[in-house]
């Protein structure tokens, strides 16, 4: 008979987990972390990456997912995105907005598909990730996906200190910004799972307030760029695949963290309302600010206004933003203000999802005695990550629009194979049986994949990877005449390599 639902914890039951954990850790060794105690009746999660079990999935605002990712996507972020478009190739405002559609319509699919996971087993991302990388080889996955998301935060940080900048007219330059959006978010990811949630469900009004105002203030010349861009020559379908890969760089690397958000639902929510709220949170603002985007790269690009090219000039996208909006006065300032803000929900979840991946950087049994780096309280790994960041954006603050271009382009390739790879597992030999994800294999090698097969699909669909490549630093040959077809080729290739590789280790080892 099933368990009655009052005698089961509520969600606010997980920070009183947490302080239960604490304080046993005190009982036991009453000195080095008697602070756990702390910090965790402060409301702030302590505890270590684990499966979470049956009677810690008690969430049950399922909606929170789509308010998670929509204000993770509604901010300067996809709109600097949609300036690469127009501004770095050329594209018409149309041309661009037909390929931001199309291509986020595939793109959104893989994080939704990952968001599932966590509801349905409980595992967070790279925690899943065993059942098919191995409890070892997962380490290298957890090694590119702190590249990838740490990437992602010093965007954040880059672009809402250039916007700060931008606003105060000199009297702060993009340094002291940087520092100011990045301790915010160093604030917000150290309480955890529950503030986050809290931050995402109501901030992106603020963000969606002030992107409509600059807009509307804007307006009259991002008419005038639709004009002039219409008028441009047709494209070259490798300038459209190469613009599709960035969209695929924006948005399919979200499919490595997408399940740390949603390991605490209950039991009760059904897969395919887990993914159309995260499709819906993460492409609903994507493309119309992506398109907003373009048109702003149009304008750029074509003159139309004197103060936007001094602007972009000065202060690369941020001087963009203010100048829309500096016709306002004081009323702009203030907008200019919410706008870099808005980017706090996507930094603050990136550094959540950093502390946890950094739990998982060396193989450690979650239950056991562990590593040096299991012992490390996850807040811990937040400051340390904020440390590393704040210089870092300030160098990658020099040549912004070239920085965040090759990045979206490099880790598009790698997360589209683990994408490809993790769903073959799941469908060809795992019979979309989340049942088979079992939390007593996690922490056991024997009991999981090697991780060979999974590992020797990646590294051997780039072969064919390389030779599509397109970046400022190397060209391949097929490149040359397709555009950049990187991550199509590693999304189609590395499944179809995994699935024998797979089998064949099955057959001689049966994990």
């Known amino acids: ?12 039951a997980k920070n009183d987990i947490d302080i239960a954990t604490a304080e046993s850790q005190t009982l036991s060794n009453p000195g080095p972390r008697a602070w756990l105690t702390k910090i965790a009746s402060w409301g702030v999660e302590v505890s270590e990456i684990a499966p979470v079990s049956v009677e810690e999935k008690t969430d049950k605002r399922f909606v929170n997912v789509f308010f998670v990712w929509f204000t993770m996507s509604t901010n300067l972020l996809p709109i600097v995105t949609g300036m690469v478009g127009t501004l770095s190739y050329g594209l018409s405002l149309r041309n661009s907005s037909l390929v931001i ?10 994080p939704a598909f990952m968001s599932t996971f966590g509801a349905r087993t409980g595992l967070r991302q790279m925690l899943q990730a065993r059942f098919t990388f191995g409890y070892y080889l997962t380490s290298l996955i957890v090694i590119l996906n702190l590249c ?12 809402a200190g250039l916007t700060l900048a931008a606003v105060s007219e000199g009297s702060i330059n993009a340094t002291a910004g940087i520092i100011i959006i990045a301790l915010c978010g160093m604030v917000v990811a150290m309480g955890g799972y529950r503030l986050l949630h809290q931050l995402e469900r109501y901030s992106w009004v603020f963000a969606l307030v002030a992107i409509l105002v600059a807009t509307g203030e804007g307006g009259k010349h991002l008419h005038q760029a639709q004009g002039s861009g ?51 949170g993460l492409f609903i603002p994507t493309v119309p600010l992506m398109v907003l985007g373009s048109a702003i790269g149009a304008a750029v690009s074509n003159n139309t206004n004197a103060s936007w090219m001094a602007g972009y000039n000065a202060y690369s996208a941020g001087g963009v933003l203010y100048a829309m909006v500096e016709p306002l006065g004081g009323f702009g300032k203030f907008i200019s203000v919410l706008l ?6 996507n930094l603050a979840a990136a550094m959540y999802s950093i502390s946890i991946n950094f739990q998982l950087l060396v193989p450690a049994s979650t239950t056991g005695p562990g590593s040096l780096i299991r012992k490390i309280p996850r807040p811990l790994f937040v400051l340390l990550y904020t440390a590393v960041a704040i210089p870092v954006s300030i160098h990658a603050a020099i040549s912004f629009f070239s920085s965040l271009e090759n990045f979206l382009y490099v880790i598009a390739y790698w997360s589209a194979a683990f994408v490809g790879i993790i769903s073959a597992e799941h469908f060809l030999f795992r019979r979309w049986n989340f ?30 990877i390389v030779p599509c490549m397109a970046q400022i630093w190397y060209t391949g040959p097929l490149a040359q005449t397709t555009g950049d ?9 590395a499944p179809v390599l995994y699935g024998p590789l797979r089998w064949t280790e099955r057959r001689f080892r049966g994990a």
């Open 230 to 280: 219409s008028e441009q020559a047709a494209p070259t379908s490798a300038s459209i695949v190469s613009f599709g890969g960035v969209i695929a760089g924006f948005l399919i690397p979200w499919a490595a963290m997408a399940s740390d958000f949603t390991v605490y639902y209950h039991q009760s929510v059904s897969s395919l309302r887990i993914f159309l709220y995260t499709y819906a």
């Open 101 to 110: 559609l199309f291509f986020s319509m595939l793109c959104t699919v893989p």
């Open 340 to 345: 870099s803000f808005s980017l706090l929900g």
């Open 435 to 464: 049942v088979k994800y079992d939390h007593g294999a996690v922490d056991s090698a024997s009991k999981l994949p090697s991780g060979i097969a999974a590992v020797a699909a990646m590294g051997l669909s780039f072969g064919l």
């Open 148 to 159: 990838t998301i740490a990437g992602f935060g010093i965007i954040d940080c880059v672009l």
């Open 485 to 493: 077809l990187g991550f199509e080729v590693a999304l189609v290739l």
């Open 1 to 12: 008979m099933e368990k009655p639902e009052e005698k089961q914890p509520s969600i606010a």
